[in-house]
Protein backbone atom coordinates (compact mmCIF):
# COMPACT_ATOMS: atom_id res chain seq x y z
CA UNK A 1 0.00 0.00 0.00
CA UNK A 2 0.91 3.56 -0.62
CA UNK A 3 0.58 5.22 3.08
CA UNK A 4 0.91 8.50 4.02
CA UNK A 5 2.29 9.08 7.51
CA UNK A 6 2.02 12.73 8.85
CA UNK A 7 4.29 13.30 11.37
CA UNK A 8 6.52 10.81 10.18
CA UNK A 9 9.80 12.91 11.11
CA UNK A 10 8.93 12.54 15.07
CA UNK A 11 9.74 9.53 17.65
CA UNK A 12 6.64 7.24 17.47
CA UNK A 13 6.11 8.45 13.47
CA UNK A 14 9.92 7.88 12.54
CA UNK A 15 9.84 4.53 14.09
CA UNK A 16 6.56 3.41 12.27
CA UNK A 17 7.65 4.36 8.95
CA UNK A 18 11.01 2.44 9.45
CA UNK A 19 8.89 -0.91 10.42
CA UNK A 20 6.30 0.09 7.55
CA UNK A 21 9.07 0.53 5.02
CA UNK A 22 10.58 -2.83 6.06
CA UNK A 23 6.93 -4.80 5.64
CA UNK A 24 7.28 -3.47 1.78
CA UNK A 25 4.72 -0.62 2.01
CA UNK A 26 5.27 2.79 0.05
CA UNK A 27 5.77 5.78 2.49
CA UNK A 28 5.31 9.37 2.41
CA UNK A 29 6.22 11.58 5.18
CA UNK A 30 4.15 14.90 5.76
CA UNK A 31 5.92 16.45 8.78
CA UNK A 32 6.23 20.79 9.17
CA UNK A 33 9.79 19.73 11.31
CA UNK A 34 8.59 21.74 14.06
CA UNK A 35 8.96 19.14 16.49
CA UNK A 36 10.36 16.15 13.80
CA UNK A 37 14.03 15.89 12.35
CA UNK A 38 14.82 15.49 8.60
CA UNK A 39 17.67 12.33 9.51
CA UNK A 40 15.01 10.10 10.89
CA UNK A 41 13.09 10.23 7.46
CA UNK A 42 15.91 8.29 5.22
CA UNK A 43 13.89 5.41 3.55
CA UNK A 44 10.68 7.48 2.59
CA UNK A 45 10.28 10.63 0.43
CA UNK A 46 9.25 13.64 2.98
CA UNK A 47 7.78 15.87 2.19
CA UNK A 48 7.74 19.43 4.37
CA UNK A 49 4.32 21.09 4.90
CA UNK A 50 1.45 21.80 7.29
CA UNK A 51 -1.35 19.74 7.81
CA UNK A 52 -3.77 22.65 7.93
CA UNK A 53 -2.72 22.89 3.95
CA UNK A 54 -6.24 21.52 2.55
CA UNK A 55 -4.68 21.77 -1.46
CA UNK A 56 -1.66 20.64 -0.44
CA UNK A 57 -3.10 17.50 0.96
CA UNK A 58 -5.82 16.87 -1.63
CA UNK A 59 -3.59 16.81 -3.71
CA UNK A 60 -0.77 14.89 -2.59
CA UNK A 61 -3.63 11.79 -1.87
CA UNK A 62 -5.01 11.81 -5.49
CA UNK A 63 -0.84 12.35 -6.96
CA UNK A 64 -0.07 9.20 -4.70
CA UNK A 65 -2.73 7.36 -4.66
CA UNK A 66 -2.59 6.76 -1.13
CA UNK A 67 -4.52 4.25 0.33
CA UNK A 68 -4.44 4.48 4.11
CA UNK A 69 -3.09 7.56 6.48
CA UNK A 70 -1.11 7.07 9.54
CA UNK A 71 -1.63 10.80 11.50
CA UNK A 72 1.07 11.47 14.08
CA UNK A 73 1.51 15.04 13.94
CA UNK A 74 0.48 16.62 16.54
CA UNK A 75 1.02 18.34 19.74
CA UNK A 76 1.69 16.17 22.58
CA UNK A 77 2.92 17.70 25.55
CA UNK A 78 0.26 17.16 29.23
CA UNK A 79 2.26 20.49 30.67
CA UNK A 80 1.94 22.77 27.12
CA UNK A 81 -1.27 22.23 26.87
CA UNK A 82 -2.50 23.36 29.88
CA UNK A 83 -0.72 26.42 29.43
CA UNK A 84 -1.46 26.93 25.44
CA UNK A 85 -4.84 24.81 25.09
CA UNK A 86 -5.32 27.33 21.67
CA UNK A 87 -2.23 25.51 20.11
CA UNK A 88 -3.60 22.54 20.91
CA UNK A 89 -7.02 22.43 19.30
CA UNK A 90 -5.28 24.40 16.35
CA UNK A 91 -2.85 21.47 16.16
CA UNK A 92 -5.09 18.37 16.84
CA UNK A 93 -8.32 19.72 16.44
CA UNK A 94 -8.41 21.74 13.75
CA UNK A 95 -5.22 20.55 11.60
CA UNK A 96 -6.88 16.84 12.25
CA UNK A 97 -10.36 17.98 10.75
CA UNK A 98 -8.14 19.74 7.57
CA UNK A 99 -6.69 16.35 6.96
CA UNK A 100 -10.20 14.07 7.16
CA UNK A 101 -11.89 16.66 5.09
CA UNK A 102 -9.21 16.10 2.36
CA UNK A 103 -9.07 12.38 3.30
CA UNK A 104 -12.99 12.52 2.31
CA UNK A 105 -12.79 14.42 -0.85
CA UNK A 106 -10.24 12.16 -2.31
CA UNK A 107 -12.08 9.28 -1.34
CA UNK A 108 -9.10 8.00 1.13
CA UNK A 109 -10.72 4.96 2.48
CA UNK A 110 -8.82 3.97 6.13
CA UNK A 111 -7.13 5.80 8.72
CA UNK A 112 -4.84 5.14 11.81
CA UNK A 113 -5.07 7.27 14.40
CA UNK A 114 -2.53 8.26 17.16
CA UNK A 115 -4.38 8.26 20.73
CA UNK A 116 -3.32 8.48 23.95
CA UNK A 117 -3.88 7.41 27.03
CA UNK A 118 -4.64 10.62 28.27
CA UNK A 119 -7.92 10.65 26.98
CA UNK A 120 -8.98 8.46 30.69
CA UNK A 121 -8.03 11.57 32.38
CA UNK A 122 -7.98 10.00 36.46
CA UNK A 123 -8.36 6.25 36.30
CA UNK A 124 -11.48 5.12 38.74
CA UNK A 125 -9.47 1.33 38.04
CA UNK A 126 -6.22 0.16 37.01
CA UNK A 127 -5.52 -1.73 34.61
CA UNK A 128 -7.13 0.61 32.30
CA UNK A 129 -9.16 -1.52 29.37
CA UNK A 130 -10.90 0.92 26.51
CA UNK A 131 -14.46 0.69 28.02
CA UNK A 132 -13.34 3.22 30.85
CA UNK A 133 -14.42 6.51 30.83
CA UNK A 134 -12.63 9.41 28.99
CA UNK A 135 -12.59 12.39 31.37
CA UNK A 136 -9.60 14.04 29.91
CA UNK A 137 -7.87 16.83 32.84
CA UNK A 138 -5.76 18.20 29.99
CA UNK A 139 -6.18 19.75 26.92
CA UNK A 140 -3.81 17.50 25.18
CA UNK A 141 -6.32 14.32 25.67
CA UNK A 142 -9.46 17.00 25.17
CA UNK A 143 -8.40 17.04 21.99
CA UNK A 144 -7.67 13.67 21.38
CA UNK A 145 -10.63 12.66 22.60
CA UNK A 146 -12.30 15.22 20.01
CA UNK A 147 -11.16 13.97 17.02
CA UNK A 148 -11.60 10.36 18.46
CA UNK A 149 -15.47 11.41 18.92
CA UNK A 150 -15.56 12.72 15.32
CA UNK A 151 -14.61 9.27 13.68
CA UNK A 152 -17.67 7.18 14.48
CA UNK A 153 -19.76 10.03 12.69
CA UNK A 154 -17.55 10.15 9.81
CA UNK A 155 -17.57 6.08 9.53
CA UNK A 156 -21.20 6.27 9.64
CA UNK A 157 -21.39 9.18 6.78
CA UNK A 158 -18.52 8.86 4.81
CA UNK A 159 -17.55 5.58 5.48
CA UNK A 160 -14.49 5.98 6.96
CA UNK A 161 -12.89 2.86 8.18
CA UNK A 162 -10.43 3.64 11.28
CA UNK A 163 -8.53 2.48 14.24
CA UNK A 164 -7.71 4.73 17.43
CA UNK A 165 -4.14 3.58 19.35
CA UNK A 166 -4.51 4.76 22.42
CA UNK A 167 -0.20 5.23 23.83
CA UNK A 168 0.65 5.06 27.24
CA UNK A 169 4.56 6.18 27.78
CA UNK A 170 6.22 5.60 24.61
CA UNK A 171 9.74 4.49 24.88
CA UNK A 172 12.68 3.03 24.09
CA UNK A 173 14.61 3.21 20.66
CA UNK A 174 14.93 1.22 17.62
CA UNK A 175 16.67 -2.01 18.25
CA UNK A 176 18.76 -2.21 15.07
CA UNK A 177 20.22 1.52 16.19
CA UNK A 178 18.86 4.06 13.90
CA UNK A 179 16.34 5.86 15.36
CA UNK A 180 15.84 7.07 18.90
CA UNK A 181 14.56 9.81 20.85
CA UNK A 182 15.02 12.83 20.72
CA UNK A 183 12.60 16.00 21.70
CA UNK A 184 13.40 19.62 22.16
CA UNK A 185 13.28 20.34 24.76
CA UNK A 186 13.54 17.17 26.68
CA UNK A 187 10.48 16.29 29.02
CA UNK A 188 10.11 12.71 29.52
CA UNK A 189 11.79 10.53 32.11
CA UNK A 190 13.69 7.88 30.17
CA UNK A 191 15.61 10.99 28.03
CA UNK A 192 16.46 12.85 30.79
CA UNK A 193 17.56 9.94 33.01
CA UNK A 194 19.96 9.11 30.36
CA UNK A 195 21.00 12.57 29.94
CA UNK A 196 22.04 12.87 33.35
CA UNK A 197 24.11 9.62 32.78
CA UNK A 198 25.73 10.97 29.97
CA UNK A 199 26.51 14.24 32.12
CA UNK A 200 24.45 16.13 29.89
CA UNK A 201 21.99 17.32 32.57
CA UNK A 202 23.10 17.91 36.52
CA UNK A 203 20.55 15.52 38.02
CA UNK A 204 17.24 13.72 37.73
CA UNK A 205 14.55 15.35 39.36
CA UNK A 206 11.48 13.16 40.82
CA UNK A 207 8.23 14.65 40.55
CA UNK A 208 6.87 14.07 44.06
CA UNK A 209 7.20 11.09 46.25
CA UNK A 210 4.10 11.49 48.12
CA UNK A 211 1.57 10.05 45.59
CA UNK A 212 -0.03 6.99 46.68
CA UNK A 213 1.75 3.91 45.18
CA UNK A 214 4.04 1.55 46.73
CA UNK A 215 7.43 3.82 47.10
CA UNK A 216 5.27 7.14 46.56
CA UNK A 217 6.60 7.95 42.94
CA UNK A 218 4.03 8.07 39.72
CA UNK A 219 3.77 4.25 38.21
CA UNK A 220 3.67 4.38 34.27
CA UNK A 221 3.11 2.05 31.77
CA UNK A 222 6.34 1.59 30.06
CA UNK A 223 6.09 0.63 26.05
CA UNK A 224 8.53 0.30 23.26
CA UNK A 225 8.42 2.30 20.44
CA UNK A 226 8.68 -1.21 18.36
CA UNK A 227 6.44 -2.78 19.57
CA UNK A 228 3.98 0.98 18.97
CA UNK A 229 5.13 0.92 15.26
CA UNK A 230 4.43 -2.64 15.24
CA UNK A 231 0.63 -2.26 16.52
CA UNK A 232 0.16 0.51 13.31
CA UNK A 233 0.98 -2.51 10.68
CA UNK A 234 -1.20 -4.64 12.51
CA UNK A 235 -3.87 -2.13 12.40
CA UNK A 236 -3.70 -0.93 8.81
CA UNK A 237 -3.88 -5.70 8.31
CA UNK A 238 -7.03 -5.01 10.17
CA UNK A 239 -8.85 -2.46 7.99
CA UNK A 240 -7.72 -3.21 5.04
CA UNK A 241 -8.99 -7.28 5.66
CA UNK A 242 -12.45 -5.54 6.49
CA UNK A 243 -12.07 -4.23 10.49
CA UNK A 244 -14.69 -1.18 10.01
CA UNK A 245 -12.99 0.55 13.19
CA UNK A 246 -12.08 -0.05 16.41
CA UNK A 247 -10.32 1.46 19.66
CA UNK A 248 -7.06 0.29 21.52
CA UNK A 249 -4.76 0.25 24.16
CA UNK A 250 -0.86 0.13 23.64
CA UNK A 251 0.65 -0.66 26.60
CA UNK A 252 2.35 -3.50 28.43
CA UNK A 253 -0.02 -4.21 31.85
CA UNK A 254 2.95 -3.83 34.07
CA UNK A 255 3.71 -0.25 35.90
CA UNK A 256 7.11 1.06 36.75
CA UNK A 257 7.58 3.78 39.19
CA UNK A 258 10.15 6.87 38.60
CA UNK A 259 11.99 5.58 41.27
CA UNK A 260 11.72 1.69 39.91
CA UNK A 261 13.21 3.46 36.21
CA UNK A 262 15.70 5.31 37.67
CA UNK A 263 17.58 2.02 39.57
CA UNK A 264 16.71 -0.03 36.50
CA UNK A 265 18.45 2.50 34.42
CA UNK A 266 21.13 2.89 36.79
CA UNK A 267 21.74 -1.16 36.42
CA UNK A 268 22.42 -0.35 32.57
CA UNK A 269 24.41 2.39 32.95
CA UNK A 270 26.28 0.67 35.72
CA UNK A 271 26.85 3.61 38.32
CA UNK A 272 24.25 5.73 40.48
CA UNK A 273 22.83 8.92 39.34
CA UNK A 274 22.66 11.91 41.00
CA UNK A 275 19.24 12.52 42.07
CA UNK A 276 15.89 14.85 43.76
CA UNK A 277 12.68 15.05 44.77
CA UNK A 278 11.17 17.92 43.70
CA UNK A 279 7.02 18.86 43.46
CA UNK A 280 4.54 17.25 41.68
CA UNK A 281 4.15 18.14 37.83
CA UNK A 282 0.44 19.72 37.31
CA UNK A 283 -1.76 17.22 35.72
CA UNK A 284 0.20 13.85 36.76
CA UNK A 285 -1.94 10.89 37.74
CA UNK A 286 -0.62 8.54 40.17
CA UNK A 287 -1.14 5.58 38.20
CA UNK A 288 -1.46 4.89 34.77
CA UNK A 289 -1.47 1.34 33.50
CA UNK A 290 -3.24 0.04 30.44
CA UNK A 291 -5.04 -2.97 29.85
CA UNK A 292 -4.29 -4.01 26.06
CA UNK A 293 -5.44 -7.37 25.99
CA UNK A 294 -8.48 -6.07 23.55
CA UNK A 295 -5.26 -5.79 20.86
CA UNK A 296 -3.56 -8.58 21.88
CA UNK A 297 -6.59 -10.62 21.96
CA UNK A 298 -7.84 -8.76 18.68
CA UNK A 299 -5.46 -8.81 16.20
CA UNK A 300 -2.67 -10.98 17.86
CA UNK A 301 -0.16 -7.85 18.93
CA UNK A 302 2.57 -9.39 20.68
CA UNK A 303 4.88 -6.84 21.90
CA UNK A 304 8.78 -8.34 21.85
CA UNK A 305 10.68 -5.79 23.54
CA UNK A 306 8.62 -4.16 26.63
CA UNK A 307 10.20 -5.05 29.08
CA UNK A 308 12.02 -2.19 31.20
CA UNK A 309 15.64 -3.23 30.76
CA UNK A 310 15.37 -3.92 27.03
CA UNK A 311 13.26 -0.53 26.96
CA UNK A 312 16.30 1.82 28.58
CA UNK A 313 18.90 -0.50 27.09
CA UNK A 314 17.82 0.21 23.80
CA UNK A 315 17.84 4.09 24.33
CA UNK A 316 20.76 4.04 25.98
CA UNK A 317 22.52 2.76 23.04
CA UNK A 318 21.05 5.20 21.13
CA UNK A 319 21.60 8.41 23.52
CA UNK A 320 25.58 7.10 23.36
CA UNK A 321 25.92 7.29 20.08
CA UNK A 322 23.92 10.66 19.81
CA UNK A 323 24.73 12.33 22.85
CA UNK A 324 23.49 15.73 20.76
CA UNK A 325 20.68 13.98 19.35
CA UNK A 326 19.84 14.52 15.62
CA UNK A 327 21.30 16.58 13.20
CA UNK A 328 19.52 20.09 13.98
CA UNK A 329 18.66 21.06 10.50
N1 LIG B 1 8.97 12.53 35.56
C1 LIG B 1 9.84 12.89 36.58
N2 LIG B 1 10.91 13.68 36.25
C2 LIG B 1 11.14 14.12 34.99
C3 LIG B 1 10.24 13.76 33.96
C4 LIG B 1 9.16 12.95 34.28
O1 LIG B 1 9.68 12.51 37.73
O2 LIG B 1 12.12 14.85 34.78
C5 LIG B 1 7.81 11.66 35.87
C6 LIG B 1 6.47 12.25 35.51
O3 LIG B 1 5.98 13.02 36.59
C7 LIG B 1 5.65 10.99 35.24
C8 LIG B 1 6.67 10.00 34.70
O4 LIG B 1 7.95 10.50 35.08
O5 LIG B 1 5.14 10.47 36.44
C9 LIG B 1 6.62 9.88 33.20
O6 LIG B 1 6.65 11.19 32.64
P1 LIG B 1 6.89 11.48 31.11
O7 LIG B 1 6.94 12.96 30.94
O8 LIG B 1 8.05 10.67 30.62
O9 LIG B 1 5.60 10.89 30.39
P2 LIG B 1 4.02 11.20 30.61
O10 LIG B 1 3.57 10.24 31.69
O11 LIG B 1 3.87 12.64 30.98
O12 LIG B 1 3.43 10.88 29.28
Redesign the pocket.
Same mark, same amino acid.
Given at each position: MHILVTGGAGYIGSHTVKELVKTGHQVTVLDNLSKGWRATVNKARLLKGELTDQRLLCELLQAEKIEAVMHFAASSL +?GESMQCPADYYANNVTGSLVLLEAMRKVGVPYFVFSSTAAVYGEPIEIPISEDHPTIPTNPYGATKLALEEALPWYYQAYGLRYISLRYF?AAGADPEGELGEDHNPE?? &? %?P &?VLKTALGRAPE?? %???NDYPTPDG??V /?DYIHVTDLAQAHILALEALAGGVDFSIYNLGNGNGYS +?LEVVQATEKVVGKPLPKTFTQR /?AG?PAI &?VASAERIKRELQWKPCYSDLQTIIETAWRWQQKNPLGYPKC
Open positions: +VNTH &L %I &LIK %IFGTC /R +V /RD &L
